[in-house]
């Protein structure tokens, strides 16, 4: 876990995947896979135009086409045309909009200019309107891409402070943070990963604050308090260690 709601997979080939264990992943390829992609997640060639790229070449226009294009069984049933679960279900729409109003409220006033927020609205429509399960579980999620994106464009909001259905329960001392350092989330990620690089889409969630990191118990400690791992054993800080010549 980089964060508490997301896990971090490392593939052998560069690839990172950042999942928050329902709806949103985050895939990242390095750039020696540009022009070598193909299939759901698109194209890797700068161009957004051929992200609907079938197996034969063509490019199709609807999302479910598309999908239904790379299917790997062959027998399994065709998706059908994307409807409008606003249309659907009539009686979920005003309450959907009142929750999607966050988008367009002063909570992301700050980011309005740097990221339009009209297609973000419109997806929280479809998700909230076709929620079947706790609210917060389909508003949340389409929130918190807006603020990604708003980090991606140099724009940090704090926002699930101010929106009741999305705040966080943070323990061990730790505190809500947009982008925290994952590379510190634990004494062990210290110590196991000295080589840790950051992922360049932010993890939100609950974290230690600056100088401070988790430790086995799940409670936040300075960084100098962490263990040390030497010689596959474990050390309180401040222990000297001597081994031959050499003092560690």
């Given at each position: 876990m980089v964060s508490s709601l997301f896990m971090k997979a490392e593939l052998s080939n560069g690839i990172t995947i950042l999942w928050d264990g329902r709806t949103r992943a985050y895939i990242t390829a390095p750039?020696?896979?540009?022009?070598?992609?193909?299939?759901?997640?698109?194209?890797y060639d700068s161009n957004q135009?051929?992200?609907?790229?079938?197996?034969e070449g063509d490019i199709e226009t609807m999302p479910s086409a598309f999908g239904n294009r790379w299917k790997t069984v062959p027998t399994c049933k065709d998706a059908g045309p994307v409807v409008n679960p606003c249309d659907t279900y009539v009686n979920r729409k005003n309450q959907s909009a009142q929750y999607c109003a966050y988008l367009r409220s002063d909570v992301f006033q700050a980011c309005a200019n740097a990221v339009d927020v009209d297609s973000f609205y419109h997806a929280c429509m479809f998700d909230v309107c076709s929620c079947t399960e706790n609210v917060k579980d389909c508003l949340c999620p389409i929130?918190?891409?807006y603020a990604a994106q708003c980090v991606a464009a140099g724009v940090e909001i704090h926002w699930r402070t101010t929106i009741p259905e999305c705040q966080l329960a943070c323990n061990g001392g730790q505190e809500y943070q947009v982008c925290p350092n994952e590379c510190t989330r634990t004494c062990s990620n210290i110590a196991n990963d000295q080589g840790c690089v950051q992922s360049s889409v932010c993890a939100e969630g609950c974290a230690c604050p600056a100088g401070q990191t988790l430790d086995d118990y799940g409670n936040c400690l300075s960084i100098s308090k962490c263990p040390c791992l030497f010689a596959?054993?474990?050390?309180?800080?401040?222990?000297t260690v001597g081994r031959g010549d050499q003092i560690w």
């Open positions: 750039p020696s896979f540009i022009n070598k992609t193909q299939g759901l997640c698109g194209t135009k051929n992200d609907f790229k079938t197996r929130l918190g891409e596959g054993n474990e050390f309180l800080p401040g222990i």
